[in-house]
Each structure stands twice: as structure tokens, then as C-alpha cells.
């Protein structure tokens, strides 16, 4: 089974080490004798486990080549990577890939290639790193219908929450989770979500059956928080963390959000710190169950991505067809975000005059938010008070609706934070 | 696809309703059509989801019908439930169970038979009930080699025990768990630590790939706990659970042993209360991962049991051969228990004399067992003190020669607790 590696950074470096130097315990595991062929690199001067002749700077010539009969792509990013796949898969050649992004953007495009051409197409690694989560997801919840989940899919933004809880700002936070090497330079797509909803899209098509685009999925990123925000969070009894959460919603459709949310203390996904990720998914023969560890790093991405070449090679071996993709039944539509029910956490800077908090119930009343928890601090020396409120659940427009009016009493200062809550109290 | 399902019980009841319920969505998944052909019950007077003819006394009977392609045996217990998997797989049919004794005592000669006749034997629910933890441990952790796996697999157990952490005795949390359906009428196999056991010793060959019978695992059960011990330890930050842990040991062996073990407070698994199980693997690549969930109910087991399903009708269907069993490289052997190093807790009760703590940690400095942390409180009224002892790690040997002389001493009324502590704090 000869093997030509997409790119060899982090993830591909481990996977090339672990292929040289645990060949005989996965070939053992696969039925097969697998052997890394070729591999494509950016820089061939630098030193590598493969000699001159395996390496390319041209990953389509891999592809192309005859001596490849499997492809790992790991060069990340949507292209060449979705062209590389397209190509591999349309040649008939098994792909295995960590790649969320082209997963999240044209999963369905290439599974229907892979399907169209009898490839395989195996992604474990491109959600929870190290986390079995796809498999367990496809294939041991299948009888279930799952109603909801939650994960904690980006290191990142958990690592910088973990450290806000003990009075960071974001920026201090930020700035360590650089030095940990758990923030990239640029960390845009990490801080603001677009990261957590590629992957909360690969997973919301897996466990509901769900059409689902990153697009339609709603993102807010952790940007906007404030250490205190967590401090007022942690006194109700809640923890704060970028959350991705689906939902099945009455109307038959599927909530698919990311965003900060409070967490009551108690839940399972509110111990999970630091760097960690975990996925907690509620089916409805299962009851809840939860998956937890390295959500990202070389060593554990490797472990992903070896356990789909070992499930490849192992069929491959045994001359097994590919198998079909699972006739789906009916999709399910992602439900628009105005029509999603959540509690909600305000924290408002406030005018300390008689009557501010009258005006302020009034606006919640009159768009039937219920109020569930107040805090009200004595004011600060510049006659500004903090007002935080806790609601019970109302639909996403209303609560928008109730910020902006907020927002234009003559008593508020500023709106400082509206923060979604989640799980039962 | 026609099903024999021998035993009707919660968990049979569960799978035959799930059959009917969710019969399109089963088949979908499945590839095939799913059909509950016929049922073994004990008593033919209840009202079934079957009709009369469909169901018999007999299991035997069923097992041998020609109208019935795959065997789900629900019977629990090691005999006939033994000898009618054996029969089926002789037949070359697929058996699904979700019977841990069995495979704890007889997996390895009923893998042998499904090997031989080219049948599936499957059995994800005889561990964790609904957690996916068999598929991922044999397929997602494939190319680690794992080094410590540390699991809560007694409900009953962890029901109990977290009932005792707020301070109840062994006795009343024991009748809680009895009322509240966690716990049977003849809670023995699970307080003593027997059902742990032979949960573990199919862990154990799976992660481990170890020869490992039941009868090789240290049990060590609940019944000696006391309250006390469980608030000295929280004093200390530890959290009491009833563990199934394996390890590799530097000899090259694996240690393989169900004990009550103190977690540090911090540890994933010190949060895993009521009847909850989990499961915290450690792989040399993936890292630390932990599956979570409901470890028993009708329900929960009928997940698993219809993932199996669906997973060997879809082979079926697609005419796949039987995968061959991995070919498994060179077997471990479980560690004689005298070897295991551990730290331990002890609790002494002394008589409250000069000299008495110079006595003890004698003793404990000429077996070589360092002392981490002590706690003495004052004496009672009947001039008894109480002492609380932290070692280092040290050999079980070791531990149990000391714990021995330490009785002998003559200021010694009882050694009252030695309790083994498990994960870096």
C-alpha cells in the first residue's frame, strides 16, 4: 500500500515518523504493507525522513503518480487542497485528509466524487484532532437520533476563556496562547469562530442529517469579552466557554450556532480546560455522551489520520467494495439564528438615577423576556452603575430587538456585553 | 436480514422496540432490510411486540431456526448464554452480545470459533453500555500504543461511592442504589468488584492486546469503605472511586487490577459521578481521551447492541467477508499485583501514647515507603487517636508487609483503611 503525503508540517512530519518508525505495528493493523512512497514538501532542501528522489514541490504530481495507490492530504487551507482531493479521488485513489475547511466547504462536492468513482474519502482528523469523534459519530450512534450537541472544537479560544477566568484580558491571554504556540501569528479565524463553525459543520451533516454550509451557521467570536463578564458569570454559577452547539429545533430544522456562551459550573463541558476538546452529544436511545482530549498538536492529529489509513488499507487488502454512502433519508434545513430560543446574560453601564431599573424591566417585558437573576453593584465614583440580568429563554429577534431598545434608554450608557446561556440549571 | 434475539429483558425489550420503532432508519443505515424474525423469552404469557409464533422458550431452538441470519444474545449470565453463542457462530452466523462475563471468561475460544466458521462476533455493549468504547478502542486508537487506561465501569459503584462522599455509609447508599433500580437485589458481583473485573479484562486485551483472563485481575470491592476515608481524602484533594486500571509496568507486563483508588480532585475522572461510567485512555500519540456516558439501562445498551447490528448487516449486505482478526504482534502478560507500585492511604487507629508516630514511620522508612503527608487529630475520649498516612509509590509488597507489621504494633487498635491512590497530583 504505497502512500504519497500532501505536506509535511506539523501533522505530516508526525504521520511521515510514525509510518517509518511503527510501520510494523499498523501494518499489522491494516493487513497491508504500507509503505510511504512520495511525498510532496514546500522546501526540499530541509532535512526530511524520505530520500531526494520520493520528494516533489509539486503535490498534483504525487497524485498523478503511479506509484501512489492512497492519498494523505495535510496541506491545510481550501486550495490546491480541495483540487488535490478532487484530482486523487476522480483517479479512483482512497484520500485521507485533516483538512476542515475543505471539508466544511465542499464536503458533499467530494464525497459525491469519491462515491461517483468508488474512492474513499476519510476525514477523522479534521474535527477533535486526537478525539475518536466521526467514527463514533457515523457509525455507533447510528441508531440514534440525536437531538443535541455541544463541543468544544477550537483549542484556541478555550485556552484564552480558561486564562480570562482568572482575570486575564483577552489580549493578555491572547498574547500567552501565542507563546504557547496554541494561537497562530494571525489568529483570526480561531478568535472569531470561522474555525469552531467549519468544524461544527462537518459534524452537524454527520449526527442530524443536516444540509448544512459553514455560511448558515452562525458565528460570534471572543473578541468582544471582558474578564468581568466572566466574573459576573462565574457568581450565577456559570462558566464561559466558544461554544459550538446544533440542536434539533420544533419546527424540524437544526440550530447551528458558535458562539460564547455560559455554561452552568456543573455541566461536563464547563470542566474542560485549557488547550482541551470535547464534544457532548445527547442521543435519544444513548442519553448524553461525551468525548474529550487533544483537540489539535502533530502526535494526536497523527493518530487521527493513521486510524482512517489503517481502516482504508485494511479494506483495500481485503478487496472490500467501498462502501456506499447511506441512503440519507430526509435532510434536514438549518433554522435561521432569529428564530432560536436561548437564555440570555446582559451586562449594561447605567446612569445611577431612580427609575433606571423600571425602564429596563419594561423593555424585557414588553418583548416578554422573563428575567430569571439581577445583579446591581453600588455605583463607581462617576455615579455609573453595572446592571447585569439573566433571562430565561426567548427567541434570538427578541432579545436583539430588547438590546437595541436598551441601548436607547436615556439612563444607559453602554450595552457592555450580551452573552448566550446554555444547558438546564 | 432476519434477527434471533434470545433474552426479552430491559435491554432485549429495548432492542426489540428499537427494531420496530425505528425500523427505516435501522435499514437505512443497515443497507439491508432489518427484520426481529424471533425471540427466546421465559415466560410466553407476557405481552411481546411478537406474535405467538415468532417466540419460544427455547433459545436453542432459535439459534438453530433456518430463518434467522444473525443471533443478538441478551441473556446476560455465562450459561447457556456461553454455549448458544458458541452454537450460532459454529452455525457461521453473526452473534451480537452484550454479555461481559462471557466475553470476559470465553472471549478469546468464541473469537476462535467466529474466526474459523468466517461469523462475526461483536460486542460493544458488554462495556460502557451506550458509550462507543470497543470500535474506538480496536479501530480509532489502532496506531497508538496505549500506556495506561484507567475506567469507572461500575455504576452501581460510582452510584454508591458518591453517595458516601456526602457522607452517607456504605449501607444506606447500597439501599438507594437498590431502590433507585442502580443497584440488584444481590449487589455482590458488583460491589466486590467482579463485574469491574471482567469489564476490564476485555479492555485490557483490546487496548493492551494482553492474555488476560478475569481471574488474573487484582478485585479489591467497596464493602470495607467508610465515610471517613472519603472526607480525609477530599481534606487531602482526592476523590474516591472504584477504579478498573491497566498499565504497561517497566518489566514489559500490563498491570490489570479493580480497586477503590483516590483521584486527585483535578482528575478527569474524580468528576464522573452518580451511575455515570467513563473511560480515560492514554495513547502514546493521541494523547489522554476520555469517552464518557451512560453505562447501563435498556436504552443506553440498545444503542450499542443496534450499532453492532447495523455495522455486521451492512457487511452482510454488501457481501464483505468477515474481517480476519488482526494479526496481533507479541502478547502481554498481566503483572503479578505484588509488583504494582502504588501510594497509599492508610488510616490507623492508635492509642494516644508518646512514641507512636516515631513507631510508624519506622516502620513504614524499613520497607523503603516514603511519606508524603500525614494527618493526626486530636484524641477522642477514649484517649484513641486517629492517624492518616500519604505514602510515595512504593511496591505492593511492600505496602502489605507494612500494613501488616503496622497492626502488630503494640500502640496500633486497627488498621482501619489502606487505600491505593492513583494519578499525579
Keep these: ?98 483538512n476542515k475547511r475543505v471539508l466544511a466547504w465542499h464536503g458533499p462536492q467530494l464525497l459525491a466524487i469519491a462515491s461517483t468513482r468508488g474512492a474513499e474519502l476519510r476525514y477523522e482528523a479534521a474535527v477533535g484532532g486526537g478525539i475518536p469523534l466521526i467514527a463514533p459519530l457515523t457509525d455507533d450512534l447510528a441508531a440514534n437520533r440525536v437531538t443535541e450537541l455541544h463541543a468544544i472544537i477550537n483549542g484556541t479560544c478555550n485556552y484564552i476563556l480558561t486564562r480570562m477566568a482568572q482575570g486575564e484580558t483577552l489580549e493578555e491571554a491572547l498574547a500567552k496562547a501565542q507563546e504557547a504556540g496554541y494561537a497562530e501569528a494571525d489568529p483570526r479565524d480561531d478568535v472569531e469562530g470561522v474555525d469552531a463553525a467549519d468544524k461544527l459543520c462537518v459534524l452537524v451533516r454527520l449526527a442530524f442529517n443536516a444540509q448544512c454550509t459553514p455560511a448558515q451557521i452562525f458565528k460570534q467570536g471572543i473578541r468582544a469579552l471582558d474578564p468581568r463578564d466572566l466574573s459576573y458569570g462565574r457568581e450565577l454559577g456559570y462558566v464561559l466557554k466558544l461554544l459550538a452547539i446544533a440542536r434539533r429545533s420544533p419546527g424540524g430544522g437544526v440550530e447551528a450556532r458558535v458562539h460564547p456562551a455560559f455554561l452552568p459550573a456543573d455541566h461536563p463541558l464547563a470542566r474542560v480546560d485549557g488547550a482541551q476538546n470535547a464534544v457532548h452529544v445527547v442521543g435519544d436511545l444513548c442519553g448524553p455522551v461525551m468525548f ?134
Excluded at 504493507?33 to 531526494?52: C, F, G, K, T
Design 1 to 98: 500500500m504505497r502512500i504519497g503525503l500532501l505536506g509535511v508540517g506539523t501533522v505530516g512530519q508526525a504521520v511521515a515518523r510514525a509510518l517509518i518508525e511503527r510501520r510494523d505495528v499498523l501494518s499489522r493493523a491494516a493487513g497491508a504493507n504500507l509503505v510511504l512512497q512520495r511525498a510532496a514538501v514546500r522546501d526540499l532542501s530541509r532535512p526530511r525522513p524520505l530520500a531526494r528522489e520520493q520528494l516533489s514541490t509539486d503535490p498534483f504530481a504525487i497524485v498523478r503518480a503511479d506509484d501512489v495507490d492512497l492519498v494523505i492530504e495535510l496541506l491545510g487551507g481550501e486550495e490546491p487542497a480541495r483540487a488535490l482531493i478532487a484530482a486523487a479521488l476522480e483517479r479512483g485513489r482512497p484520500v485521507i485528509t485533516a
Design 292 to 425: 474529550s482530549g487533544l483537540g489539535a498538536g502533530g502526535d494526536a492529529t497523527a493518530s487521527a489520520v493513521l486510524a482512517d489509513l489503517v481502516h482504508v488499507a485494511r479494506r483495500l487488502a481485503l478487496g472490500d467494495p467501498v462502501p456506499p454512502q447511506r441512503e440519507s433519508g430526509p435532510e434536514a434545513q438549518v433554522t435561521p439564528m432569529s428564530e432560536v430560543r436561548t437564555r440570555c446574560f446582559f451586562r449594561l453601564a447605567v446612569d445611577d438615577v431612580p427609575g433606571v431599573f423600571a425602564q429596563i424591566t419594561r423593555v424585557l417585558a414588553d418583548h416578554q423576556i422573563g428575567l430569571a437573576s439581577v445583579i446591581q453593584r453600588e455605583p463607581g465614583r462617576l455615579g455609573s452603575a453595572e446592571v447585569v440580568l439573566l433571562t430565561y429563554a426567548a427567541p434570538e429577534q427578541a432579545l436583539a430587538n430588547a438590546e437595541e431598545e436598551l441601548a436607547k434608554l436615556p439612563s444607559t450608557r453602554a450595552i457592555k456585553a450580551r452573552i448566550r446561556v446554555e444547558g438546564q440549571k
